[in-house]
């Protein structure tokens, strides 16, 4: 384990050493995870459909779809074998003419304890055990959302929404480095009878995170004689980036067993990426989800995404490529005001894949509700 985060302890330096300011692929992409048991089950596919709390992530338009007074949303996640660790909780209310709706959001991808060993070898080859100290990399973000209806259309069966984010973004590299961003996210949803359409624009103004170091003078010195730069200021830049979305219903409202599915795809405007369309400006990524429910209490999604074109493992001259898709399954359950969202990500078709399971929480909450806990907290008080 301690080897393993060495490694990446390295490679968190050097990506930081090298980073100077431009712009470049692949920026923050801990934002691009996704959240929620219900979005990662159908493989991100969520532009059109998203209706919950988790919808200040995946298109804010659709907090307008919130019904109860309150509603609360957790998720933990991980990934590399336990090294990585993933984090999202929110809150989103309605306000009280419930034709808007505000959140907050907060997403935590971190690798902790890691081994800096920066001290931990002596000049004359040995080890000193008390120079080991630990130290976390994380990455955070915090997104402040708004929605409310939008009127576009005179005819009455196309309902529209449209919602913001106020994104900002703090990274932290144990006490050798930290960065601080903001950024602005945009989405619309409509609907029409069983159609339901969605866009959203990610970094629509592009966003900055600008980065400042820390390094004492024996850090510097290391530095200098494993001969790593010695970085001193730097940004990066990241460029606008699609989610476009559409779905049906395929079963009309009202129905015990309802049935709706999604296909939508990303647009990334910072350069050429491993994806099945893809130029030196633009990239395009399908994605595909399906989600069957009944009464609204049992559900059941699947998805496919990150389709790409690897090289043939059975080709010795590497040059036959195939293409490989990340499946994903998953299962929700709704029992009175809670809801819990199950996801089994990265099925990936490769000879090395990583599995992944992803379970979060939802809490609808009523004023009643509320009132209820609030007059439990008055009378605890009084009692002590």
């Not at 090298?18 to 470049?24: A, P």
């Not at 298109?59 to 336990?82: C, K």
């Not at 809670?338 to 090395?352: E, P, V």
Request: hydrophobic fraction near 40%.
């Amino acid at each position: 384990m301690k080897r393993t985060n060495s490694i990446l302890f390295f490679l968190l330096c050097f990506s930081i050493s090298k980073s100077k300011g431009q712009s470049r692929i692949y920026v923050n992409e801990y934002l691009n995870i996704g959240v929620g048991g219900r979005g990662l089950a159908m493989a991100g596919a969520q532009a059109a459909s998203t209706h919950d709390i988790t919808s200040g992530y995946w298109n804010p338009a659709g907090l307008m779809h919130i019904t109860s007074d309150l509603e609360i949303g957790l998720m933990h996640a991980e990934y590399f074998s336990g090294n990585a660790k993933y984090d999202y909780g929110a809150i989103v209310k309605p306000l009280k003419d419930k034709k808007r709706v505000v959140g907050i959001s907060f997403l935590r991808f971190a690798i902790d304890d890691i081994p800096n060993t920066i001290d931990y070898v002596q000049p004359d080859g040995s080890f000193d055990e008390s120079k080991l100290k630990s130290m976390s990399a994380a990455d955070y973000a915090f997104l402040l959302s708004y929605a409310q209806g939008l009127k576009i259309f005179k005819n009455k069966n196309i309902q529209t929404n449209i919602g913001g984010n106020a994104k900002i973004i703090y990274r932290n590299l144990g006490t050798m480095a930290n960065a601080w961003g903001f950024g602005i996210d945009l989405g619309i949803q409509a609907r029409y009878k069983q159609w339901l359409f969605g866009i959203m624009a990610k970094d629509i103004t592009t966003t900055y995170t600008a980065w400042s170091f820390h390094l004492t003078d024996e850090e510097k010195r290391v530095f200098y004689q494993t001969g790593n730069d010695i970085p001193v200021k730097s940004y990066e830049v990241m460029l606008p980036r699609f989610n476009f979305g559409i779905a049906r219903q395929f079963v009309k409202p009202g129905k015990s067993i309802q049935l709706l599915a999604e296909a939508g795809f990303d647009l990334t405007t910072d350069g050429h990426r491993n994806t099945l369309l893809a130029s030196s400006t633009f990239s395009l990524d399908p994605r595909l989800g399906i989600e069957a429910s009944y009464k609204n209490s049992i559900f059941l999604r699947a998805g496919v995404s990150n389709f790409q074109y690897v090289l043939d493992d059975k080709d010795t001259m590497n040059q036959k490529k195939r293409m490989i898709f990340q499946p994903s399954i998953g299962l929700g359950v709704k029992v009175s005001k809670l809801i819990i969202d199950y996801a089994f990500t990265s099925l990936q078709t490769q000879s090395n894949p990583l599995f992944t399971h992803i379970i979060s929480l939802r809490v609808l909450l009523d004023n009643q509700e509320l009132k209820k806990q609030k007059n439990k907290s008055a009378s605890s008080r009084t009692h002590h």
